[in-house]
């Protein structure tokens, strides 16, 4: 099998530091966690911007300054941006994670229910995201809440507005979507293109089971503080207490870990993009 890349989800928009200290919210806390997380393994992060009121934003400079610390201190580690709607539902704020030129950002293509908010991402701007992730070069993650957004995501490519092979997120568990079985990560894993690479990201306590899932099905794994607050015994998590249970897993199956350059070579993205992130590109 090909190595594990292992995704951290650090921050989200709906965890708060209440629920649980280790939460990193302000771009020193997130920097930092990265660099820990790096070290046990992690070579893939998925970023989500707090403002100074630790409400989720898509502000420009907020992502910089977040961006530019991460890679003081991991340079070389991958960064993926969120485009969700929970920061703003306004297209042009939503496009600006792509447009700042990360290696990666999130691309959810299709709408559904989640706890007290209507997740939409109509057929319009599905289309006009597709459409930066084009211009940009930027690696899209498709962001799987329910099947629909396979065929949805296969469509993109049909109008030439996404560039195979894809990659997957599968988000299972979440309230509202498709629950975190390891029938539906088989399903869905059996229903992309062969070419297609793909992460599952278990929601609540189904994030370790369907992580173990994945690394023996041959899939990579997305863990972190966005998805869950806690350890499997019930006693608070933290990012990197995570990272190291799933490096323990993978060890324990028998599968090795993919550093950032052999995560670049799997999920085909240009070794020269590497350096370009906080590029400008005119809106």
């Not at 041959?218 to 990272?243: C, F, T, W, Y």
């Not at 249970?245 to 993009?273: F, M, Q």
Request: glycine fraction near 8%; charge should be negative; hydrophobic fraction near 40%.
């Amino acid at each position: 099998m090909e190595k594990l890349i292992i995704t951290v989800a650090l921050t989200g928009n709906v965890p708060k530091k209440e629920q649980n200290p280790n939460l990193p919210v302000t771009p020193d806390e997130i920097a930092e966690d990265v660099k820990r997380c790096a070290d046990e393994g992690a070579s893939l992060f998925h970023v989500h911007a707090r403002d100074s009121q630790e409400i989720p934003t898509l502000n420009r400079s907020v992502f910089e300054e977040i961006v530019g610390k991460i890679k003081k201190v991991a340079p070389n580690v991958i960064i993926q941006l969120s485009t969700g709607a929970r920061a703003g539902k306004n297209w042009e704020d939503r496009i600006t994670p792509v447009k700042l030129l990360p290696e990666m950002a999130s691309f959810t293509t299709g709408s559904n229910n989640l706890p007290g908010i209507v997740y939409e991402n109509s057929p319009q701007f599905i289309e006009y995201l597709a459409s930066g992730f084009k211009e940009t070069g930027v690696k899209p993650e498709i962001e799987v809440f329910e099947t629909g957004m396979i065929n949805n995501a296969l469509y993109l490519v049909k109008k030439g507005l996404l560039e195979p092979p894809l990659h997957f997120d599968f988000v299972l568990g979440a309230p509202g979507a498709m629950p975190g079985t390891v029938k539906n990560l088989l399903f869905l894993s059996e229903s992309i293109p062969a070419d297609a690479t793909w992460t599952v990201a278990g929601i609540g306590k189904a994030e370790i089971p369907l992580s173990a899932a994945a690394t023996v099905m041959g899939g990579h794994v997305r863990i972190g503080l966005e998805d869950n607050l806690q350890m499997p015994d019930g006693s608070p998590a933290s990012n990197v207490k995570l990272v190291r249970k799933i490096v323990t897993l993978a060890r324990e199956i028998g599968r090795d870990i993919a550093s950032p350059d052999e995560a670049r070579a799997i999920l085909g993205i240009p070794s020269e993009n590497r350096d370009r992130i906080l590029g400008r590109v005119d809106s």
